[in-house]
């Protein structure tokens, strides 16, 4: 029987097969560090008298706590500040490769990884942060790890697991005019719930995943996590192999020409089984937006706030019910009427170069509503400067946005950009928790595009609203 | 981490059940970078009642911990474990734990000895009227030993025998290193490094 590419990207990485139902001990091909997660594990390190085994497999950034204003400044929260001064002292004594603030490569760890070349197809992928399933567009086992799991990988560069179940999701056809990536997802998510994702490997597949860049299709692997999977991944193929090459990192020369070969192995057998498969019609998909507290309660934005009473499942009505209270929306209202506060541009989901481009062209010759605040914030420093160099900045400041430096920003509030009490945001992020930008805050997760025409419209819209 | 195969000290009773490990330690102290000195930490929010036990004499210097069913439940924070450990205690005795919690107690050899909740209300009966007895932990023959009672511990044996060798989650899997170092030579030479950085 054929093998599925999660499957083949996991043989190749077996260190030790478990017996009778025991973990495979996997090698882990880069191992990506940040300032919040990291402490602790190497604090046990130094406790062991261990070394770290592989610094050169391993990389560093701040992104978490970093602010996006005044980085020249001291930082001042003081746990904030404490966790980025221990990263700068562990990398130090421990010889890992950082990015600090201010630094051009500084940046979300899920940006700077693949910017530098050192996500390539085929890998193994872990950080301490869940939305290391963003490196599975490249068609690798991406994955977030607890404090202990980094201790563990520091030590040894491997991990203990037991082999994950495989979901294909096949989109097919084309996405019209106006929807994205980040709509592909979200209709995923609202069709499979939070959970149904749980114990698998999501692979992503069919006619609009392979007509999306390398950016789009890191947007849909981002968001596996908020399915309950524990990764994501996309085939590569000649988009994959256009991104990597001439990056730093990316193999040179006869390194090159033996890595394509190798990464076209790297598909789904046709004739492989999945444990479960989902298919979704790219046509049928609009602007996706979420109107709850969890990312699978998302609706096409032509869409109403839905009724709870109408909804059969009892856990789901009382989770919808406490969410539109705490969303402050009353039921039957047009989604497209839903007035914001503030629009946040950025994060790990869609805080890359083409995101931001694709905003821009959304709001050229157009002016903000004045009611709404809008933050630009860069997914990493390569990303502001090379949106600077091509004008983006201007036109988002003349605009009326805010440009920021690169970091997490409002993705999480964990530094000073928060929202505030019942302040309602469209944001690009990819969790729209209770409190997960700020305490009291209600987000409202949607694309760029979206993102953009609401700032423009001061209430959830599209590009379409716009004409 | 150090081998354990008995373990003598101060019993101190917690006579409460559920004990989630919110209790142990409060989420405030989760800011913290290290992954020691969380002494002040155990138990805070109680601590700050002068009647509770560890408040006591003789308990304070207490090192094996007699508590009600269901410890260690709630979130999976492992800081719980070493906040126990940071305090002095080597063992916690109860008639059920939270899986999470075992687990790490497990990998930072802190003995969890499941005891017949019977068997609990003797200890505590013990202590009551000999404040400071001692008790012993026996991993070898899994036995309790509290003055004259001596009564046996469930504890699975993968567990026990991980500490009785000492052996943390990284050492365990570097006892396959020769595995690990045969499968770096097989690496292809074109999978990317970290350093020397390249720009
Ligand atoms: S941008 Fe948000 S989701 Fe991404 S790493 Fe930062 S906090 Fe996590």
Known sequence: MGRTLAEKVWNDHIVALGEDGEPDLIYIDLHLVHEVTSPQAFEGLRLAGRPVRRPDLTIATEDHNTPTVDIDKPIADLTSRTQIETLRRNAQEFGIRLHSLGDADQGIVHVVGPQLGLTQPGMTVVCGDSHTSTHGAFGSIAMGIGTSEVEHVLATQTLSLKPFKTMAITVDGELPAGSSAKDIILAVIAKIGTGGGQGYVLEYRGEAIRSLSMEARMTICNMSIEAGARAGMVAPDQTTFDYVKGRPHAPQGEDWDAAVEYWKTLRSDDDAEFDAEVVLEAADLEPFVTWGTNPGQGLPLSASVPDPAQIVDENERASAESALAYMGLTPGMPLRDIAVDTVFLGSCTNGRLEDLRSAAEVIRGRTKDPNVRMMVVPGSAKVRLAAEAEGLDKEFVDFGAEWRFAGCSMCLGMNPDQLSDGERCASTSNRNFEGRQGKGGRTHLVSPLVAAATAVRGTLSSPADLD | ?199
């Open chain 2, 1 to 199: 981490m150090d081998k354990i195969s008995t373990h003598t000290g101060t019993g101190v009773p917690l006579r409460r059940s559920n004990v989630d490990t919110d209790q142990i330690i409060p989420a405030v102290y989760l800011k913290r970078v290290t992954r020691t000195g969380f002494e002040d930490a155990l138990f805070a929010r109680w601590r700050k009642d002068p009647e509770f036990v560890l408040n006591q004499e003789p308990f304070r210097e207490g090192s094996v911990l007699v508590a009600g069913s269901d410890f260690g439940t709630g979130s999976s924070r492992e800081h719980a474990v070493w906040a126990l450990k940071d305090y002095g205690f080597a063992a916690v005795l109860s008639s059920r734990f939270a899986d999470i919690f075992r687990g790490n107690s497990g990998k930072n050899g802190l003995i969890a000895a499941q005891v017949e909740q019977s068997d609990i209300e003797l200890i505590w009966k013990i202590l009551d009227n000999h404040p400071g007895a001692q008790i012993t932990v026996d991993l070898e023959s899994r036995t309790v030993t509290c003055d004259t009672l001596t009564v046996p511990f469930q504890i699975d044996d993968f567990t026990r025998w991980r500490l009785l060798e000492g052996l943390d989650d990284i050492s365990l899997t570097l006892r396959d290193e020769a595995a690990i170092s045969r499968f770096e030579a097989t690496r292809p030479a074109f999978k990317p490094k970290t350093l020397p950085a390249r720009v």
